[in-house]
């Protein structure tokens, strides 16, 4: 082969190695996407803590579905109990995936991250007839706030020297606040309310609104780059297409 032939051989060679680059994730590839019941964000059909696949549904569940086959990246999703256990899983395991969770300072680094899949705000609820009224957390020291193990609300309110009564399932605390074992409740927002009406109560009132940040896919650390970068590429594109407004929307009318 001549001088001339070998020199256009290695150029096609480099070419091609360089389109494989940007696509470079093994053959059969797939990330294991584990979630909990935090509706409407991500639920089991039939409310229970275990759920596979098409048993699992809630906004984020459906947006995700949709950018994993946008990007052409398999996955496995499965829903567990409790939180604490599918986050520490996450952080163990490569190609290990946990949703939804709040992208914070303190967890910036532990993680690669997908999103944002929505904005995450969260709500101090009462009984309805409840007096407390509230300008800000400074102002609720005597009261016994309920919430769910491993939830960064928790982690927040005792930050401030707060009194967190916690619970494995934040459905719980709906009848802890009817029944008087908390003061209030503190939940995401809109899922508190969602919950309530799931547990047949309605008319609880809202004391107080935090803002929070925004809700993300968190990656292990060992996921390849290319795969976030094209999970990130999809999901921007849905949410510019107005998919991420209408799924929540159909959730919430």
């Given at each position: 082969?001549?001088?001339?032939?070998?020199?256009?051989?290695?150029?096609?060679?480099?070419?091609?190695?360089?389109?494989?680059?940007?696509?470079?994730?093994?053959?059969?590839?797939?990330?294991?996407?584990?979630?909990?019941?935090?509706?409407?964000?991500?639920?089991?059909?039939?409310?229970?803590?275990?759920?596979?696949?098409?048993n699992i549904h809630g906004f984020a569940a459906d947006v995700l579905r949709e950018t994993f086959k946008r990007?052409?990246?398999?996955?496995?999703?499965?829903?567990?109990?409790?939180?604490?256990?599918?986050?520490?899983?996450?952080?163990?395991?490569?190609?290990?995936?946990?949703?939804?969770?709040?992208?914070?300072?303190?967890?910036?680094?532990?993680?690669?991250?997908?999103?944002?899949?929505?904005?995450?705000?969260?709500?101090?609820?009462?009984?309805?007839?409840?007096?407390?009224?509230?300008?800000?957390?400074?102002?609720?020291?005597?009261?016994?706030?309920?919430?769910?193990?491993?939830?960064?609300?928790?982690?927040?309110?005792?930050?401030?020297?707060?009194?967190?009564?916690?619970?494995?399932?934040?459905?719980?605390?709906?009848?802890?606040?009817?029944?008087?074992?908390?003061?209030?409740?503190?939940?995401?927002?809109?899922?508190?309310?969602?919950?309530?009406?799931?547990?047949?109560?309605?008319?609880?009132?809202?004391?107080?609104?935090?803002?929070?940040?925004?809700?993300?896919?968190?990656?292990?650390?060992?996921?390849?780059?290319?795969?976030?970068?094209?999970?990130?590429?999809?999901?921007?594109?849905?949410?510019?297409?107005?998919?991420?407004?209408?799924?929540?929307?159909?959730?919430?009318?």
């Open positions: 082969m001549s001088l001339k032939r070998l020199f256009a051989a290695a150029l096609a060679a480099g070419m091609l190695f360089s389109g494989a680059a940007s696509a470079a994730l093994p053959p059969g590839y797939k990330i294991q996407l584990l979630t909990d019941n935090y509706p409407p964000f991500n639920m089991a059909v039939d409310g229970k803590n275990f759920a596979r696949e098409e990007a052409g990246i398999g996955y496995e999703m499965t829903l567990r109990f409790p939180w604490a256990r599918i986050y520490q899983m996450t952080l163990d395991n490569p190609d290990h995936g946990v949703f939804v969770t709040t992208r914070s300072a303190e967890r910036e680094k532990l993680f690669k991250w997908v999103g944002p899949l929505g904005a995450h705000a969260w709500e101090v609820l009462a009984r309805a007839d409840s007096p407390i009224s509230l300008g800000s957390l400074e102002e609720a020291g005597q009261y016994r706030f309920g919430t769910y193990k491993s939830n960064i609300i928790a982690n927040e309110l005792r930050d401030k020297g707060l009194t967190v009564v916690e619970t494995l399932r934040d459905q719980e605390n709906v009848h802890k606040l009817q029944s008087g074992q908390i003061d209030l409740w503190a939940t995401g927002d809109p899922s508190g309310r969602y919950l309530a009406r799931q547990e047949g109560v309605t008319g609880l009132k809202r004391v107080l609104r935090v803002e929070n940040g925004q809700l993300f896919l968190a990656l292990n650390l060992q996921t390849p780059d290319e795969a976030v970068q094209r999970l990130q590429a999809a999901l921007d594109k849905l949410r510019a297409e107005g998919f991420l407004d209408k799924t929540m929307n159909a959730y919430l009318e």
